[in-house]
């Protein structure tokens, strides 16, 4: 069984900075990709970023320049550092990881975090 785990949500003010950390039960190598998502209150779950195997990244347009997504191998951890934050930043945050698989004929799995709430107060 396959489980994320994330940690380091909390309150913060504007302008702050916050660091996210998920950390998987096997090798974060096993997953293309790993990353984040957020869901905003009332609002539909949304991309944050990833990081494929060979340690590329995607943000979404609202965050770019603001998150960093990191990975330490041997901790099996992969981090979210944000800064800069808003009050539009105010979500539950999930871990977010599909297996990687090295046939076609094997559907990948999707695994995600159970979340942790992050609130950006003005």
């Known amino acids: 069984q396959v489980q994320l785990v994330e940690s380091g949500g909390g309150l913060v003010q504007a302008g702050g900075a916050l660091r996210l950390s998920c950390e998987a039960s096997?090798?974060?190598?096993?997953?293309?990709?790993i990353g984040w998502y957020r869901q905003p209150p009332g609002e539909q779950r949304e991309l944050v970023g990833t990081i494929s195997r060979r340690g590329l990244t995607v943000y979404a347009d609202s965050v770019k320049g603001r998150f960093t997504i990191s990975r330490d191998n041997a901790m099996n951890t992969v981090y979210l550092q944000m800064g800069s934050l808003k009050p539009e930043d105010t979500a539950v945050y999930y871990c977010?990881?599909?297996?990687?698989?090295?046939?076609?004929?094997?559907?990948?799995?999707?695994?995600w975090g159970l979340g942790t709430l992050v609130t950006v107060s003005s």
């Open positions: 977010y990881a599909k297996e990687f698989v090295p046939t076609v004929e094997y559907r990948p799995r999707e695994v």
């Open positions: 096997i090798s974060i190598g096993r997953f293309d990709p």
